[in-house]
C-alpha cells in the first residue's frame, strides 16, 4: 500500500471524516480542490459521496503517485 494511501486510511480512523463535518456538500455549484495530493485518493473518496456536477481539482508538483488515469472520474481534474 502507498504510503500516501496509507495516511488516508489512518486519518478516516482516527477522526472518521476526510472534510470536516460542518463544511456542506450539497451545491450545484461545489467546488473542492485537494493541495498536495498525492495519489488522489482523497478526491477518489469525495467522488463516491457527492454529485456528479461536483468540480474536484488535485494539485501535486509530481504525477509520480498518480493512479492511472482511467480510475479518475470526468469531473476531477488533475493538476501538476
Not at 478526491?43 to 501535486?60: A, E, N
Not at 492511472?68 to 472520474?73: G, L, R, S, T, V
Amino acid at each position: 500500500m502507498n504510503k500516501i494511501n496509507l495516511h488516508r486510511y489512518v486519518w478516516l480512523e482516527l477522526y472518521g471524516y476526510l472534510l470536516h463535518l460542518l463544511i456542506p456538500l450539497q451545491g450545484l455549484d461545489l467546488k473542492i480542490a485537494d493541495v498536495e495530493s498525492g495519489t488522489g485518493i482523497v478526491l477518489t473518496d469525495f467522488s463516491r459521496r457527492l454529485l456528479p456536477s461536483v468540480q474536484l481539482d488535485s494539485f501535486d508538483i509530481s504525477s509520480k503517485d498518480d493512479h492511472p488515469q482511467e480510475w479518475f472520474i470526468p469531473n476531477m481534474n488533475l493538476i501538476h
